[in-house]
Nanobody, 121 residues
């Protein structure tokens, strides 16, 4: 069973840093685009940063210059380095990955269970 598991969340003071990880497991031929999302209490889930299979990245304006997305395909893992954290970054962070299970097979979208990030003021 293919799945994504996030880790690295926690409680950090404003100005601090955290590094989130999203590890894929199961029978995987290729991991395509991967994306970090977050959902704050009472708000809709929002896109934080995507990274393509070629390593092209993009960032939400709210995190640009503070967050860095990366991936290690050998480890089937995506990362989100979060620096200069602000209280408004408090949210559950989710990873999404588009995974191809076998050569020439279809691709499916998978979600992790989420990891809580809390930034205290």
């Amino acid at each position: 069973q293919e799945k994504l598991v996030e880790s690295g969340g926690g409680l950090v003071p404003a100005g601090g840093s955290l590094r989130l990880s999203c590890a894929a497991s199961g029978s995987i031929f290729r991991i395509n685009d991967m994306t970090w999302y977050r959902q704050a209490p009472g708000k809709q889930r929002e896109l934080v940063a995507p990274i393509t299979s070629r390593g092209n990245t993009n960032y939400a304006d709210s995190v640009k210059g503070r967050f860095t997305i990366s991936r290690d395909d050998a480890k089937k893992t995506m990362y989100l380095q979060m620096n200069s954290l602000k209280p408004e970054d408090t949210a559950v962070y989710y990873c999404n990955g588009v995974i191809t299970i076998r050569s020439n097979g279809p691709s499916f979208s998978y979600w992790g269970q989420g990891t809580q990030v809390t930034v205290s003021s």
